[in-house]
């Protein structure tokens, strides 16, 4: 479905942090809008319907049957993203998803199929592929800048306050979801770390074959794991490892933020300004000292994730991120708990 329009207009499908952070981008945006804002919870819609002036119902199907909604944006606990989503593409609405996709793969399955049936596109809200910074990096990386990859290394590491696991970083709604396994999906690894995944895969274009994990919750009362250790091969043959923990007082400290891929010929660092290191280096380049990565056009925020999901709706084209996309780093994180309560490697593809 083609909307013959300049601007798509959002129903907002739950009203917590990170929907209140969407909000500033979809109402920033040159092609989007907000029509109608929906949570269960009356009290958290009405700071956002005052300040946005819009209609507001703790009722999906109202929503759904607003015909000044022309996508939804829903970012609720991990669980419902499916099965929100699949009704949202049942009323011919478009859709775009918070990560994780779903939770399982059965679900994410369920919702790509849904969206394709009733004609709608979906897309899934990571950064990487509306970054101008990782777009720079891709193009080098698939340009054989680095040689053959041969490592990536994947560093997640902070420390979580207490009240997050019942409020988030603001404080904003008070609910447990993230806590519980049946309905945050797990921990760290779904929770931050996918981002990465993602970002790797979108820019090196290698997919995942086998990963070895170990996870536990060690330091915090939660059902999901707060540490985890994961061991990859791609398909190149490349090595890749994770490390991650939501409960690791001072963090990272001095270690660059980002994933890093390891070349035959350098090195990257995907942070927001990535640096590179290079034995051959591009033109007018030093060898062997980092440098920051050049590059022109928007970092990716909140802002850029809906205008660029905008723009594909209303011209006809892929969001620059897929439902297969969503798909396939949640199969990574759901492969890694497989072999983490198995102890055994686990191989991908997995079956959903």
Same mark, same amino acid.
């Given at each position: 479905?083609?909307?013959?329009?300049?601007?798509?207009?959002?129903?907002?499908?739950?009203?917590?942090?990170?929907?209140?952070?969407?909000?500033?981008?979809?109402?920033?945006?040159?092609?989007?809008?907000?029509?109608?804002?929906?949570?269960?919870?009356?009290?958290?819609?009405?700071?956002?319907?005052?300040?946005?002036?819009?209609?507001?119902?703790?009722?999906?199907?109202?929503?759904?049957?607003?015909?000044?909604?022309?996508?939804?944006?829903?970012?609720?606990?991990?669980?419902?993203?499916?099965?929100?989503?699949?009704?949202?593409?049942?009323?011919?609405?478009?859709?775009?998803?918070?990560?994780?996709?779903?939770?399982?793969?059965?679900?994410?399955?369920?919702?790509?199929?849904?969206?394709?049936?009733?004609?709608?596109?979906?897309?899934?809200?990571?950064?990487?592929?509306?970054?101008?910074?990782?777009?720079?990096?891709?193009?080098?990386?698939?340009?054989?800048?680095?040689?053959?990859?041969?490592? =990536?290394?994947?560093?997640?590491?902070?420390?979580?306050?207490?009240?997050?696991?019942?409020?988030?970083?603001?404080?904003? =709604?008070?609910?447990?979801?993230?806590?519980?396994?049946?309905?945050?999906?797990?921990?760290?690894?779904?929770?931050?770390?996918?981002?990465?995944?993602?970002?790797?895969?979108?820019?090196?274009?290698?997919?995942? =074959?086998? =990963?070895?994990?170990?996870?536990? %919750?060690?330091?915090?009362?939660?059902?999901?794991?707060? %540490?985890?250790?994961?061991?990859?091969?791609?398909?190149?043959?490349?090595?890749?490892?994770?490390?991650?923990?939501?409960?690791?007082?001072?963090?990272?400290?001095?270690?660059?933020?980002?994933?890093?891929?390891?070349?035959?010929?350098?090195?990257?660092?995907?942070?927001?300004?990535?640096?590179?290191?290079?034995?051959?280096?591009?033109?007018?380049?030093?060898?062997?000292?980092?440098?920051?990565?050049?590059?022109?056009?928007?970092?990716?925020?909140?802002?850029?994730?809906?205008?660029?999901?905008?723009?594909?709706?209303?011209?006809?084209?892929?969001?620059?991120?897929?439902?297969?996309?969503?798909?396939?780093?949640?199969?990574?994180?759901?492969?890694?708990?497989?072999?983490?309560?198995?102890?055994?490697?686990?191989?991908?593809?997995?079956?959903?």
């Amino acid at each position: 479905m083609v909307l013959m329009a300049s601007l798509l207009r959002f129903g907002i499908i739950g009203c917590g942090e990170i929907a209140a952070q969407t909000c500033q981008g979809i109402s920033s945006a040159p092609n989007t809008a907000i029509a109608m804002l929906m949570d269960t919870r009356p009290e958290v819609l009405s700071d956002l319907a005052e300040f946005y002036h819009v209609p507001t119902t703790t009722d999906v199907d109202a929503l759904l049957a607003n015909p000044e909604v022309d996508a939804v944006y829903i970012a609720t606990p991990h669980y419902l993203h499916a099965p929100l989503g699949i009704k949202a593409a049942e009323a011919g609405k478009h859709v775009l998803v918070e990560k994780p996709i779903a939770t399982t793969l059965a679900d994410a399955d369920a919702l790509i199929a849904a969206c394709e049936k009733h004609n709608v596109k979906l897309g899934v809200a990571f950064y990487a592929q509306v970054d101008a910074a990782m777009a720079a990096a891709r193009d080098l990386v698939r340009a054989g800048v680095l040689g053959k990859i041969t490592f =990536v290394r994947l560093s997640s590491l902070s420390r979580k306050p207490d009240t997050y696991w019942h409020g988030g970083y603001t404080g904003r =709604v008070y609910t447990d979801w993230r806590t519980r396994k049946a309905q945050a999906g797990g921990g760290v690894l779904i929770m931050n770390v996918i981002h990465d995944l993602n970002t790797v895969r979108w820019v090196t274009g290698l997919e995942v =074959v086998r =990963v070895y994990s170990e996870m536990d %919750t060690l330091a915090t009362p939660v059902e999901v794991e707060d %540490t985890i250790g994961v061991v990859m091969r791609y398909d190149n043959g490349a090595i890749g490892v994770v490390q991650a923990g939501s409960a690791m007082p001072g963090g990272a400290h001095q270690d660059a933020p980002g994933p890093r891929i390891y070349g035959t010929k350098g090195q990257l660092i995907l942070a927001s300004k990535p640096l590179i290191y290079l034995t051959e280096p591009l033109e007018g380049g030093v060898p062997n000292t980092w440098q920051e990565l050049r590059f022109s056009g928007p970092i990716a925020d909140r802002q850029q994730i809906v205008s660029r999901f905008a723009a594909a709706v209303l011209e006809g084209k892929e969001p620059p991120v897929t439902g297969y996309d969503g798909r396939k780093a949640l199969e990574i994180v759901l492969a890694a708990y497989r072999s983490g309560e198995s102890k055994q490697p686990v191989d991908l593809p997995l079956r959903a």
